[in-house]
């Protein structure tokens, strides 16, 4: 197996586990429901990419771990 397909493989794998409300909340310094709000919303633009509501989730769990606003400043982005 090639070095592309081996991180592939565990991009992959790593998408598949979502960030939790807790994690979120830990490193963001909000509450937990505050971060279950934000990847609710999230994954409502997410399903844009996918019709399945838990990938929607999940991918929106992983934008807020890295940017806890990602998508305000996506809606900015997209307003400018």
């Known amino acids: 197996m ?5 991180r ?3 991009w992959e794998a ?4 979502p960030k ?3 994690e979120l909340a830990k490193k963001h310094g909000i509450t937990p ?7 609710d919303n999230g994954a409502k633009v997410e399903k844009e990419h996918t019709m399945d509501l838990n990938t929607a989730k999940i991918i ?14 996506l809606k ?5």
């Open 2 to 6: 090639d070095f592309d397909t081996i």
């Open 8 to 10: 592939t493989l565990i």
């Open 14 to 17: 790593e998408l598949k586990v």
């Open 20 to 22: 939790t409300p807790e």
């Open 33 to 39: 429901e505050e971060a279950q709000k934000l990847i």
């Open 60 to 73: 929106s769990s992983h934008h807020i771990w890295e940017i806890k606003n990602y998508y305000e400043r």
């Open 76 to 80: 900015k982005m997209e307003n400018d």
